[in-house]
């Protein structure tokens, strides 16, 4: 009989549904156009009535927002344009009235370049935080010490003439590389982590967290094969042996995790991408003193949601004795919405239900990403009004991440679909203005409902919060899994195609029916067919 986890003393975090919030695009609290922490607070309910476990807040941090937020420079404070700590403070306390756990995001990888630590770097060699970034001298020629490129495009390298050095940046040039090698900066970086567990943060998201340490040596990174794909970035010729994977981040985790331990139950998740992201997520969640879990791109980005993808995903985490946890996330503020990358136009409706239902089977966290209960699809955002930085460099040949960021639709008969009384920052979509949460709340047949009663079962059935996860049946049209814990066994059908599929002889017709979508029923498997079985 295999292991079967049971539920006694599992923490919080473990098979949580946790709900993303990108705050510039969730609600307008002051009428400016831009989402804030009061807009936030304001809706917070909305969310806890979905059934979510937690909150994720993409970064609110004082920013000159030349990416969004991702560019901080002051990892203690609120930018004025979501607020201020005393409005993040009392969003905390109506979050955990609501029963929400509240996770904000993390950047060790950068800073702005307005950041008052990158001030006192560049100002000298010799100054006591001269380190704290990658500095490095030119080449004889002058050009930079070595061929690392930036993931927006362009040499990794900016040359600053006050030090007559280049500066590294993995992403833009105004998002200076911290030299997380250094332990002074690892302290700092840890000081920030203690000031919002002080405040009642109960976990954090790390974001790109591979890329915080480079290879000290400043190695060039080797020619990357050419796999018939599209390169629209100088970043997608290399293979990043060298400028991002440094294998001293583990040493980092730990010491994150052991601070987190001094708090309790904090739950922390890495945001992993790459060619070593499989590798790298499982070693940052060994053990007992590493992170709690890590999410990937394996969804994220995938042109189609096949079996197969599935199972190779899901079977390279087992349920076994050190293995980490993962998170899984379908959408986020990133990646194009999926319904816009899975299904046709005609099949949003019956695919976002079976994707919903897949989300809540799958063994790890789920991470709902805000608009995803709606069915929100991916809006085309013409060139004048984009605001994706790297959208604008690698224009037209990188899908722009604004068309996922776009503001949350609350009232579909409001101005700006009451998100704001003035134009929002990004256009909604007349698509998605449809999709809004006043017309779903009054539709008992909607995706809202629908997604509602999703977490309900994935809540009370501890098999799909929890269990053991075995891939019984994955061919070209089905999935199959059993998912086991505290006695339960449910089996987990999925038709991941748009015509109708055979039944699995694996799957019995007999048992009692948890949910199906699609009109899927024993003995008969729809297009986008699926079923909950309890055995």
């Not at 549904?17 to 705050?23: E, F, G, R, S, T």
């Not at 010491?255 to 331990?261: F, G, S, V």
Request: charged share 25%; net charge negative.
């Amino acid at each position: 009989m295999p292991f079967e986890p049971s539920s006694t003393d599992l923490p919080w975090w473990k098979g949580a549904v946790i709900y993303q919030i990108y705050p510039r695009s969730f609600c307008d609290s002051n009428q400016d156009g831009i989402g804030d922490l009061n807009g936030i607070t304001a809706r917070l309910d909305h969310i806890a009535r979905l059934g979510a476990d937690a909150i994720w807040i993409s970064p609110f941090f004082t920013s000159p927002m030349r990416d969004f937020g991702y560019d901080i420079a002051d990892y203690c404070d609120v930018d004025p344009i979501f607020g201020t700590l005393d409005d993040f403070d009392a969003l905390v306390v109506r979050a955990h009235e609501l029963g929400l756990r509240v996770t904000i995001d993390q950047v060790y990888a950068h800073t702005s370049d307005l950041h008052g630590w990158f001030a006192a770097s560049r100002a000298s060699r010799m100054g006591a935080k001269s380190d704290w970034y990658v500095w490095a001298d030119p080449r004889a020629d002058g050009t930079p010490p070595n061929n690392w490129q930036s993931v927006f495009g362009g040499p990794a390298w900016t040359w600053d003439a006050r030090r007559r050095q280049y500066y590294m940046h993995q992403f833009l040039a105004s998002q200076p590389q911290l030299n997380v090698h250094n332990p002074a900066v690892q302290d700092a970086l840890l000081g920030a982590m203690r000031f919002w567990l002080d405040r009642g943060v109960d976990g954090f998201r790390l974001d790109a967290l591979n890329h915080a340490m480079h290879d000290p040596e400043l190695r060039d990174n080797p020619p990357a094969p050419d796999t018939g794909k599209p390169r629209t970035r100088s970043f997608d010729y290399q293979i990043r042996r060298y400028s991002q994977s440094h294998p001293g981040v583990v040493d980092f985790v730990q010491r994150i995790r052991a601070l987190c331990d001094d708090y309790g139950a904090v739950f922390t998740v890495a945001e992993v991408g790459g060619d070593l992201a499989e590798s790298e997520m499982k070693a940052y969640t060994a053990g007992e003193n590493r992170l709690n879990s890590a999410y990937g791109f394996n969804f994220l980005y995938a042109d189609a949601l096949t079996p197969a993808l599935v199972r190779d995903t899901i079977e390279r985490w087992p349920d076994e004795p050190g293995m980490g946890w993962p998170s899984w996330a379908f959408e986020n503020h990133d990646a194009p919405r999926a319904l816009s990358r899975w299904c046709a136009p005609d099949d949003h409706a019956a695919f976002a239900r079976l994707k919903a239902m897949l989300l809540i089977a799958l063994r790890g966290n789920a991470i709902l990403y805000q608009g995803e209960e709606l069915g929100l699809t991916q809006v085309d955002i013409p060139y004048e009004r984009l605001q994706d930085p790297e959208a604008i460099a690698n224009w037209p040949l990188t899908l722009s991440r604004d068309g996922a960021r776009t503001p949350l639709p609350w009232v579909i008969d409001a101005a700006q679909a009451g998100f704001s009384n003035v134009e929002p920052w990004l256009p909604h979509g007349e698509e998605n203005i449809a999709r809004a949460v006043d017309a779903q709340e009054s539709d008992p047949a909607s995706l809202l409902h629908f997604t509602r009663a999703m977490l309900a079962l994935r809540r009370d059935n501890p098999a799909l919060r929890h269990g053991r996860l075995d891939v019984l049946v994955a061919d070209d049209q089905c999935l199959l899994f059993r998912r086991r814990a505290d006695g339960q066994s449910l089996l987990c059908l999925f038709n991941l195609t748009s015509r109708d599929a055979d039944w699995p002889v694996e799957m019995p017709v007999a048992g009692r029916v948890l949910h199906a979508v699609n009109d899927a029923r024993p003995g008969i498997l729809t297009a986008y067919g699926a079923m909950l079985v309890e055995e």
